[in-house]
Nanobody, 129 residues
């Protein structure tokens, strides 16, 4: 069965940086699926962080614009999230998710987040002040 596997994260001081990776198995080939990052902070609902299209076009939540950078290596079926200028409010479990690509990934990420139905196990990012 196909899956998504996240790695990276850990404990970081405020203002610091870290990088997350998500490797998608071949069942979730990025030519047919849109990948995105979501997070769930303590006591908060899960929210979209960033999505990426096959051509590398990114879409970001307002809260991370200018600080986070999403990218994708299509040849490796792998997505990344470079996280800079981290804040304590970025503390969360970060999840990789996949949605079937039936429209532009930016459209899915902005308006159809429910289409992301395949999830990784998550990786924790903790930012201390």
């Amino acid at each position: 069965r196909g899956r998504l596997v996240e790695s990276g994260g850990g404990s970081v001081q405020s203002g610091g940086s870290t990088r997350l990776s998500c490797v998608a198995s071949y069942e979730y080939d990025v030519s047919r699926y849109c990948l995105a990052w979501f997070r769930e902070g303590p006591g908060k609902e899960r929210e979209g962080v960033a999505g990426v299209d096959f051509d590398g076009s990114p879409t970001y939540a307002d809260s991370v614009k200018g600080r986070f950078t999403i990218s994708q290596d299509n040849s490796k079926n792998t997505m990344y999230l470079e996280m800079n200028s981290l804040k304590p409010e970025d503390t969360a479990m970060y999840y990789c998710a996949a949605a079937p690509r039936y429209t532009r990934c930016s459209e899915l990420f902005r308006n159809r987040k429910r289409e992301y139905k395949t999830w990784g196990q998550g990786t924790q990012v903790t930012v201390s002040s």
